[in-house]
Nanobody, 123 residues
Framework: QVQLVESGGGLVQPGESLRLSCAAS????????VGWFRQAPGKEAEGVSC????????YYGDSVKGRFTVSRTNAQNTTSLQLNSLKAEDTAKYYC????????????????WGPGTQVTVSS
């Protein structure tokens, strides 16, 4: 099973930026889409973004549209998430995951995911 590891989280002030990365241990042909979701303490997990590996199709949750951008380097099995104009409500643990299809990713149906990286936005 592919192993996913996130990195790049940290503590930033409102309005600042972060870049998260997700490295996969190997290609997994079962996963056509890589996505990001987040979970804050006491809250349900929230889908953030998805990217189809084959055609580059993307999805963003309503709360992050226009501020977050997903990208991928296929040769390195790495997916990145650029977080701009961060707000306090973006504070959460961010996870990357692999999904069999794009629609599975959008609906939050992941086959595997990493341990997560913490993003804290506070003044």
């Amino acid at each position: 099973q592919v192993q996913l590891v996130e990195s790049g989280g940290g503590l930033v002030q409102p309005g600042e930026s972060l870049r998260l990365s997700c490295a996969a241990s190997e290609d997994d042909l079962d996963y056509q889409t890589v996505g990001w979701f987040r979970q804050a303490p006491g809250k349900e997990a929230e889908g953030v973004s998805c990217m189809s590996i084959g055609d580059g199709r993307t999805y963003y949750g309503d709360s992050v549209k226009g501020r977050f951008t997903v990208s991928r380097t296929n040769a390195q099995n790495t997916t990145s998430l650029q977080l701009n104009s961060l707000k306090a409500e973006d504070t959460a643990k961010y996870y990357c995951g692999g999904a069999r299809t794009f629609s599975n990713c959008v609906s939050g149906n992941y086959g595997s995911w990493g341990p997560g990286t913490q993003v804290t936005v506070s003044s």
